[in-house]
């Protein structure tokens, strides 16, 4: 049974703070890995996605993959409270389908 | 370009009853993925379609089913509903990213 795992949090973090968000997942055949972000009664959105090892950046994001260690995890700098969400990451399955973890909340305040 | 569009975005079904549920793809995107999104269990992959074929599936009952039509949009039907198939269902369109449309709500009373 293909797993990913979060920390459910909350995770708080003061206004331009970095908050740094963590998962690992269990097949070691997964090959792509993305970040969303769900906003309260809203559908997930992309914001990151990764396939090779080490750092991919945009903008106040960057993503970190460690196929080693089965470990990907999502920083944002200078976090604002538009930040304030719940972040899904997750794995492929198997042709585009994807398995989810379900996801930290992150609260940023101000 | 338009982004992924579903109906209904809201729904009230009786236990017992079926539901058909429509989404519409990015255009140019051909991979449809159906989820349900519970607060218990979280996003769950039902099923995805490419190309009019069911390509993958969950590990859901029988009662949820999906077609993918010549287009590239899909619908997903759910028979004999229960109380437990209240839930967000979520439809995403893909090449190689999944984008996600905004959702159905459905509540079954």
């Known amino acids: 049974q293909k797993e990913v795992e979060q920390n459910s949090g909350p995770l708080s973090v003061p206004e331009g703070a970095i908050a740094s968000l963590n998962c690992t997942y269990s097949?070691?055949?997964?090959?792509?890995f993305f970040w969303y972000r769900q906003y309260s009664g809203k559908s997930p959105e992309l914001i990151m996605s990764?396939?090779?090892?080490g750092d991919k950046e945009d903008g106040r994001f960057t993503a970190q993959l460690n196929k080693a260690s089965q470990y990907v995890s999502l920083l944002i700098r200078d976090s604002q409270p538009s930040d304030s969400a719940t972040y899904l990451c997750?794995?492929?399955?198997?042709?585009?389908?994807?398995?989810f973890g379900k996801g930290t909340t992150l609260s940023v305040s101000s | 370009k338009a982004g992924v569009t579903q109906t209904p975005r809201y729904l009230i079904k009786t236990r017992g009853q079926q539901v058909t549920l429509s989404c519409s793809p990015i255009?140019?995107?051909?991979?449809v993925s159906w989820y349900q999104q519970t607060p218990g269990q979280g996003l769950q992959f039902l099923f995805e379609?490419?190309?009019?074929?069911?390509?993958n599936k969950g590990n859901f009952p029988g009662r949820f089913s999906g077609r993918q039509f010549s287009n590239s949009r899909s619908e997903m039907n759910v028979s004999t509903l229960e109380l437990g198939d209240s839930a967000l269902y979520l439809c995403?369109?893909?090449?190689?990213?999944?984008?996600f449309g905004p959702g159905t709500r459905l509540t079954v009373t």
């Open positions: 995403a369109s893909s090449l190689n990213e999944q984008y």
């Open positions: 097949d070691r055949v997964s090959q792509s």
């Open positions: 990764i396939y090779s090892n």
């Open positions: 997750a794995v492929n399955l198997a042709g585009t389908a994807l398995i």
């Open positions: 255009s140019g995107h051909r991979s």
């Open positions: 379609y490419f190309s009019e074929t069911q390509r």
